[in-house]
């Protein structure tokens, strides 16, 4: 576990410079990736009535806010990236935030729901208590968290110029109820494969009303 000040400043500042360089070779690999599995599966949870209120954490170049639009929701993005957040503002019109993921200031009892793809496992683990507690005060009483990590065996560290942390579903549900939040549904992607073959581990969670 890493929790010096110094080593998770230069988690945060490497990591993010890796996208901030390669924000176009990013945006043009992931345009296409189909996640409205994931969508779905935070849309069908949210008991509040349309259009939603939504978090794109980690929204990237802004490919899901332009779907989360085009649905009829009113969505909001935040990345730690500068050119993710512009590159999200110019595609999607919707207000993006610039946020570093370790220090987050996020307002309370905000939205509907927080859709984090792809982008929890970039926490250190020493801080990923904090983080998920900070969503969790974001969301509106019953509101609901997707998440979407890669999975592992509980291990952390660098591949290559980003940081990660690579949970299994036990450990993953652990940090999840410890910071208040009840599971929905948990499940593997890509659908319809082996397991060995599902690196992705998804999980839908609701706020208590």
Same mark, same amino acid.
């Given at each position: 576990?890493?929790?010096?000040?110094?080593?998770?400043?230069?988690?945060?500042?490497?990591?993010?410079?890796?996208?901030?360089?390669?924000?176009?070779?990013?945006?043009?690999?992931?345009?296409?990736?189909?996640?409205?599995?994931?969508?779905?599966?935070?849309?069908?949870?949210?008991?509040?009535?349309?259009?939603?209120?939504?978090?794109?954490?980690?929204?990237?170049?802004?490919?899901?806010?332009?779907?989360?639009?085009?649905?009829?929701?009113?969505?909001?993005?935040?990345?730690?990236?500068? *050119?993710?957040?512009?590159?999200? *503002?110019?595609?999607?019109?919707?207000?993006?935030?610039?946020?570093?993921?370790?220090?987050?200031?996020?307002?309370?009892?905000?939205?509907?729901?927080?859709?984090?793809?792809?982008?929890?496992?970039?926490?250190?683990?020493?801080?990923?208590?904090?983080?998920?507690?900070?969503?969790?005060?974001?969301?509106?009483?019953?509101?609901?968290?997707?998440?979407?990590?890669?999975?592992?065996?509980?291990?952390?560290?660098? @591949?290559?110029?980003?940081?990660?942390?690579?949970?299994?579903?036990?450990?993953? *549900?652990?940090?999840? @109820?410890?910071?208040?939040?009840?599971?929905?549904?948990?499940?593997?992607?890509?659908?319809?494969?082996?397991?060995?073959?599902?690196?992705?581990?998804?999980?839908?969670? *609701?706020?208590?009303?």
């Amino acid at each position: 576990m890493t929790s010096s000040t110094e080593a998770l400043s230069r988690i945060s500042a490497v990591t993010i410079g890796h996208y901030q360089r390669q924000a176009e070779q990013f945006e043009a690999g992931t345009r296409d990736h189909d996640v409205r599995q994931n969508i779905d599966a935070l849309l069908r949870h949210i008991k509040a009535d349309a259009p939603l209120q939504i978090l794109d954490f980690g929204c990237g170049p802004g490919r899901d806010l332009r779907t989360f639009v085009e649905m009829g929701h009113q969505a909001v993005g935040l990345d730690g990236c500068p *050119r993710f957040v512009e590159m999200a *503002r110019a595609s999607s019109g919707c207000e993006v935030w610039l946020q570093d993921f370790l220090a987050l200031d996020l307002p309370a009892e905000r939205f509907d729901g927080i859709f984090a793809n792809a982008v929890l496992f970039h926490v250190p683990s020493a801080v990923i208590p904090t983080v998920l507690r900070q969503l969790r005060t974001s969301l509106k009483p019953g509101g609901v968290l997707f998440s979407s990590n890669p999975r592992g065996h509980n291990e952390e560290g660098w @591949n290559g110029e980003r940081y990660g942390a690579y949970y299994d579903l036990e450990i993953w *549900r652990t940090l999840m @109820n410890q910071a208040g939040m009840e599971e929905l549904e948990h499940y593997y992607r890509p659908a319809g494969l082996p397991r060995e073959q599902q690196p992705w581990l998804a999980s839908v969670w *609701r706020k208590p009303d």
